[in-house]
């Protein structure tokens, strides 16, 4: 209940596009878009869509950043009826038409990037009947700076890394050996450290590369002569 039928996945379970247009005329299946049928008492969320993509088509798609954060209670930002939902995949991942066009009540922003590997730092978030796969904290707050400043505010990632206190060193570590991108890498750690968590003292900064040369964020800002990046003056302070 609550999710999404594929037509294909249907097909594969023995139910033909026959028998599935007998079941829609019947009102035991309701068309919810090309190729995608709901139950006709079901109110269907951008979750149970999400749900079908993962388990149905097995497309590598998850829920990422601020979106990540929210449902697991990380971000007092977040407002979860009118922000835009953030979903990440590599870049050669196409949405399917039917979720791209079914009104969700939210605005869905489809984030293609090889930031970090497909599978590193993920975990399941439990819905009422099913479950989906987004960004564990660790992840999910590097995404947050890879958005940033454009999609994200700087000094509202800097309150959210603030608040993750219980970040695991481990998992933190391979992630930033492995993401794509220094100025996540370094906003990241310049963040870190300005917030003072304990967890920081556990990262092998030495492994981490952060590039060469100076790196701009915003124009106007304020020189962070460790980190070699200018960034706003509130967070400079």
């Known amino acids: 209940p609550g999710t999404v039928l594929l037509a294909k996945w249907l097909e594969n379970l023995g139910i033909s596009r026959e028998l599935q247009k007998n079941y ?12 995608a049928y ?25 829920v990422g950043a601020i979106t990540a954060l929210s449902l697991q209670g990380q971000s007092h930002y977040f407002r979860i009826s009118g ?45 009422k009947n099913f479950s989906i796969t987004i960004s564990a904290p660790e992840r999910a ?20 890394v603030e ?26 750690l310049m963040m870190a450290s300005k917030a003072q968590h304990q967890w920081l003292t556990f990262l092998d900064l030495k492994k981490i590369d952060l590039g060469k040369g100076d790196r701009s964020i915003i124009k106007g800002g304020v020189y962070n002569a460790k980190f070699q990046i200018s960034v706003p003056k509130e967070l400079a302070q």
């Open 24 to 35: 829609k005329k019947s009102g035991w299946l309701e068309k919810l878009g090309p190729g």
């Open 38 to 62: 709901k139950r006709p008492t079901d109110q269907v969320t951008w979750q149970g869509g999400l749900y079908a993509i993962q388990q149905q088509t097995k497309l590598q798609l998850h």
């Open 83 to 127: 922000e835009k939902i953030f979903l990440f995949s590599a870049h050669k991942t196409i949405l399917p038409q039917w979720f791209k066009a079914y009104g969700w009540g939210q605005k869905v922003q489809h984030i293609k990037t090889s930031l970090l590997p497909d599978d590193l730092g993920l975990t399941q978030h439990d819905e």
């Open 141 to 160: 707050i590097l995404e947050c700076l890879y958005l940033a400043p454009d999609k994200l505010d700087l000094i509202e990632c800097y309150h959210l």
């Open 163 to 188: 608040g993750l206190s219980n970040l695991r060193p481990k998992l933190l570590q391979e992630l930033l050996e492995k993401c794509s991108s220094v100025k996540v890498k370094r906003l990241f």
